[in-house]
């Protein structure tokens, strides 16, 4: 059923103007109705004219990260009106058309969108995070400002979030002091003692706690690595290596436990070779290296080698290719690499424990016949990710399952290259490629370089088809994207990460600016970058002809179908509560802190689901063989509990992003790991290539760690 509604509303999109009949959304109060909520307006006539009707489809605008927002965070939409039974504008008065309006909710910010017609129109796009729609009749399309009779009335779905606000903020919230709200929310830092070991996690400013939150805490016992573990050596923070290997090296990586200074408080964390991030492996393409990785650590491990298509046994994934490396114990992975690109190592094992607390590290792939120095003269490699921190350092994770079950768990301080703060100082117009890989474990970053322009080159496995300037990088758990950036005057820039950060529970969006670290260019001239001037896009030959023998499969129909969705048991009633009504389609932030961290993977499972066959997760076991090339349908089920967006990740194998929600994706790039928002249908093209059993999962570290993952075997 839920299919069906988003199906209809696609062929809405896509259909023409002539002979609409009356047009609604579904109704949101039907569960099935949800599919369409996040993407669907309607429009409602005023009482005068029963005969008039419309809807406006709200699918994204394109962009190369599959999200598209504006530098600032907005979301950008594009607005598709379908609108009958409007009758001539003569008849109302003295008016010769309509017209479209956008507004705020307050209605105290308009503009003009366009004429409407009966039938299907383009409005073009909007970057508001909610917003109503006006159509009033004018005297003429030149008219400027609104002054006409009102027609048609509508509001984004992103408002129904204002449900919350009205359905669960208790009246009594308004008595409640704002020491009494500082004590539930365990002061600025978080000290209050919560039960089974546990000390309340620091709380955003400003955002409020419901009363009845008070005093719950995850049911699982907390956890925290020893800062001196019995019988273990401690490892000393080391600086950060890049490793150049060659054919046939052997490299020796030890998980070892440090102690380091972040954000001014001692973390107690894990680190490979003492070094966080772990060393930089750089290899040309075609190379083989021997890995031994020792467990130094205290807790079992496996290193997974993330977008590679390396061989099956040595993939990491504990349970499916090995069983976990016990603490002292050592195994030995053999990494080949068949494809330039930018990769990174992680454990496969409590990812939510392990990686966040300081576990990973880069691959960067060039091609043989990439030249020494490429085609600018600067490259820096970073790895982005948060840290959430109270007084005395880390919030405890769960002992025996995730905390965080919900959104996942959200940092409070931003990293990159394991600090809060990054540096780096450039001469005046030089060009500086960055390589980007997301490690956090929930949090979608939406980065800028204040003032300086950027150009996006590749994704996860490779070059686009071609370059294109962005505003700013949607990196998603998991993803990599490489981007080349010009500072073209003097100054102190800004690495900064702005997103539209959501309260649940008031239901309303507010900006959050994080300064993540600065670029200082100098008033000295750079010399020029070789390989073509920085202000070209290139188009990628290699790319197309590449891609030429999967383009016949590209409309073929569908293979396979998954449902991403989810389900809980036994949550504490206020949780339940925060889970009413219509989510976000993609959440920037954690906007019900208090009650993610209390829910645990014990009461939360995320789902992958055969909706041809019923199963879930690991009984999926689809069947394929090498040579396989595989369309995929991905459809992110928004009537779950808490839709939020996944980051689909497939071990093994590499594939092509082809559509969203029925939209052509015109600029492709091999990916490994892909976002997908709730309520979104995604088709993938999978080029299964590389025999063995492999994962497919979601990288939101705590949904993995609450089942939303599943297997598939390639036969030789």
């Not at 159509?135 to 129904?160: D, H, I, M, N, Q």
């Not at 290296?289 to 650590?297: F, L, P, R, S």
């Not at 010399?527 to 188009?539: C, E, I, N």
């Not at 939101?700 to 599943?710: D, F, N, R, V, Y």
Request: net charge neutral; with cysteine; charged share 20%.
């Amino acid at each position: 059923m839920i299919r069906l509604v988003v199906l209809a509303l696609f062929q809405m999109v896509r259909g023409t103007s002539a002979g609409l009949p009356p047009v609604s959304c579904p109704d949101a109060r039907d569960d099935a109705a949800m599919a369409s909520a996040l993407a669907c307006m309607s429009l409602v006539a005023v009482p005068d004219l029963p005969s008039a009707s419309g809807v406006i489809t709200l699918p994204q605008a394109r962009s190369p990260f599959g999200v598209a927002v504006t530098a600032d965070g907005r979301p950008r939409r594009r607005l598709i009106a379908h609108v009958s039974g409007l009758p001539l504008p003569r008849r109302l008065g003295a008016f010769n058309t309509y017209i479209a309006w956008a507004y705020t909710l307050a209605l105290d910010a308009e503009r003009k969108l366009g004429v409407i017609t009966n039938g299907r129109m383009d409005l073009g796009e909007i970057d508001r995070t909610q917003f109503r729609i006006l159509v009033t009749a004018e005297r003429s399309a030149g008219v400027r400002r609104r002054s006409g009779k009102l027609v048609l009335r509508g509001t984004s779905p992103s408002a129904r979030l204002l449900a919350h606000r009205d359905l669960l903020q208790p009246s009594a919230l308004s008595a409640v002091s704002a020491n009494e709200i500082a004590a539930m929310h365990g002061g600025a830092h978080g000290s209050r003692e919560a039960g089974q070991g546990w000390t309340m996690p620091p709380m955003p400013a400003g955002m409020p706690l419901m009363p009845s939150m008070a005093g719950v805490a995850p049911g699982v016992q907390a956890f925290l690595p020893e800062r001196t573990p019995p019988g273990k050596t401690q490892a000393a923070l080391q600086p950060h290596e890049v490793l150049k290997l060659q054919d046939g090296d052997t490299l020796q990586l030890e998980a070892t436990i440090v102690t380091r200074s972040v954000a001014g408080r001692m973390v107690t964390g894990y680190a490979f070779n003492g070094q966080v991030p772990g060393p930089l492996i750089e290899v040309t393409r075609g190379t083989t290296i021997v890995v031994q990785v020792h467990n130094a650590i205290d807790q079992p491990t496996a290193l997974h080698w993330h977008g590679l298509r390396l061989d099956n046994r040595s993939d990491g994934a504990v349970g499916v290719t090995q069983e976990a490396i016990r603490p002292g114990a050592s195994y030995t992975y053999t990494v080949r690499f068949p494809d330039a690109g930018l990769y990174w190592y992680h454990p496969h094992v409590r990812e939510d424990v392990q990686q966040s607390l300081g576990l990973y590290g880069n691959v960067l792939v060039r091609s043989p016949s990439m030249k020494r120095t490429p085609r600018v003269r600067r490259e820096e490699v970073l790895m982005v990710g948060d840290a959430l921190l109270g007084a005395d350092g880390p919030s405890a994770f769960g002992s025996t399952a995730p905390t965080h079950a919900l959104m996942g768990r959200w940092g409070n301080v931003l990293l990159v290259n394991g600090v809060p703060r990054y540096t780096l100082s450039v001469n005046r117009g030089a060009v500086v490629r960055f390589y980007l890989t997301n490690v956090a474990s929930a949090r979608l970053f939406n980065l800028s370089f204040s003032g300086a322009r950027m150009k996006v080159i590749a994704a996860d496995g490779g070059p686009f088809e071609r370059e294109e300037w962005v505003q700013s990088i949607v990196i998603a758990p998991a993803e990599r994207y490489i981007v080349d950036v010009e500072f073209p005057t003097a100054g102190d820039m800004a690495v900064v990460n702005r997103v539209q950060a959501l309260d649940h529970m008031i239901g309303s969006y507010v900006p959050e600016v994080d300064t993540m670290g600065t670029v200082h260019v100098t008033a000295e001239a750079a010399l020029h970058s070789r390989g073509g001037a920085p202000g070209t896009l290139a188009r990628n030959a290699d790319v197309a002809a590449d891609l030429a023998p999967f383009r016949p499969y590209f409309d073929r129909p569908v293979d396979h179908e998954l449902v991403l969705s989810m389900r809980t048991r036994r949550l504490p009633a206020p949780i339940s509560a925060m889970l009413i009504g219509v989510n976000a389609a993609v959440e920037w932030n954690d906007g019900m802190p208090m009650a993610n961290w209390a829910a645990t993977g014990n009461e939360v499972t995320w789902v992958i689901r055969d909706p041809a066959t019923g199963r879930e997760n690991m009984d999926v076991a689809w069947q394929f063989h090498v040579g396989d090339v595989t369309k995929i349908r991905i459809f992110n089920d928004p009537a779950s509990p808490h839709a939020m967006q996944h980051p689909i990740h497939l071990h093994g194998q590499r594939f092509l992003v082809l559509s969203r929600d029925g939209e052509t994706n015109r600029n492709l790039a091999w990916k490994d790991t892909a976002i997908i928002a709730a309520g979104e249908t995604v088709d993938i093209l999978v080029d299964m290539s590389n025999p063995g059993r492999w994962m497919l999962h979601c990288h939101i570290a705590e949904h993995l760690g609450s089942g939303m993952m599943t297997t598939f075997d390639v036969a030789p």
